[in-house]
């Protein structure tokens, strides 16, 4: 069977991964435009975590004809032929999937949205979150490729804001995320601050940057895997960059919050 790396840059919308130099990820296939099953994290993972990829939003085909497929996708991925929407059943948990064909399932995650308590974590054998928002290097020096097959879920918070950037080069930008909003704000002045055109093209082109330098450690990474390594390289959602009043993901109901790149396949 083969080794499956499945990496979620943060963040990272459609467009700012098209502008990106990625040679490393260009060596799988081609990037296409795919949909996100939601706007941020949390339920983005979930989906994730049930075997189910970005869509590809089809037109004129039923849902359930579409999951059937995406779960059966899961064969060519692994390698292993009997894979099909009834192993999925009851628990719709793709790492208890792989754990019951002979995976090790590893996870590591950058967002404490994803701890290793939510139910995210529920069905790997080794879950972590790493201590460093940005810390896609160190992922890879723990990571191996022994004989026993390895599914190894990555979540990256390299594209996510402040998109590696730190102190002094940070713009500050007053309740720009939830976590940064402050609390005594009264919702009357909270959607009115503006955001500053400068600012933003300024965190777009970083993100740009940002994909970049993951696609140097693909690079690395792809060093060290064996041929049958199987690459998943997508996002959990896109970011709006000031785009009709919009910065960053979550409550947000606009097409650059859904976009997400996708490009999976395994190197030739
Ligand atoms: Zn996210």
Redesign the pocket.
């Known amino acids: 069977m083969n080794h499956i790396v499945f990496i979620?840059m943060?963040?990272c919308r459609y467009d700012s991964f098209m502008a990106a130099k990625t040679p490393n990820i260009d060596r799988l296939a081609p990037a296409s435009k795919r949909y996100s099953y939601a706007s941020?994290?949390?339920p983005?993972?979930h989906a994730f975590a049930m075997g189910l990829l970005p869509h590809t939003s089809p037109k004129e085909v039923f849902a359930s004809e579409v999951y059937k497929d995406e779960f059966a996708q899961w064969r060519e991925r692994t390698g292993y032929a009997d894979i099909a929407f009834k192993e999925f059943l009851p628990d719709l948990s793709l790492p208890k999937v792989l754990r019951n064909i002979g995976y090790r399932t590893v996870a590591k995650v950058s967002?404490p949205?994803l701890n290793k308590n939510t139910l995210i974590a529920r069905d790997f054998d080794d879950y972590k979150l790493m201590k460093n928002h940005n810390d896609f290097a160190g992922m890879i020096d723990e990571m191996e490729f022994p004989d026993e097959p390895h599914y190894y879920f990555l979540?990256l918070g390299e594209t996510?804001y402040p998109y590696m950037l730190t102190g002094d080069n940070l713009p500050h930008i007053s309740g720009l995320h939830g976590a940064l909003k402050t609390m005594d704000e009264s919702p009357a002045t909270a959607g009115k601050q503006g955001f500053d055109p400068g600012q933003m093209e300024m965190l777009r082109l970083q993100q740009i940057k940002c994909v970049e330098y993951i696609d140097g450690q693909i690079g690395r990474l792809m060093e060290m895997t064996p041929p049958n390594t199987h690459f998943i390289v997508t996002?959990?959602?896109g970011e709006l960059f000031g785009e009709d009043g919009y910065f960053g993901?979550g409550p947000i109901m606009h097409e650059k919050c859904f976009e997400v790149p996708f490009v999976e396949g395994r190197l030739a």
Do not use: Y
């Open positions: 979620v943060d963040s941020w994290t949390a983005s993972h967002m949205v979540n996510h996002a959990d959602h993901h």
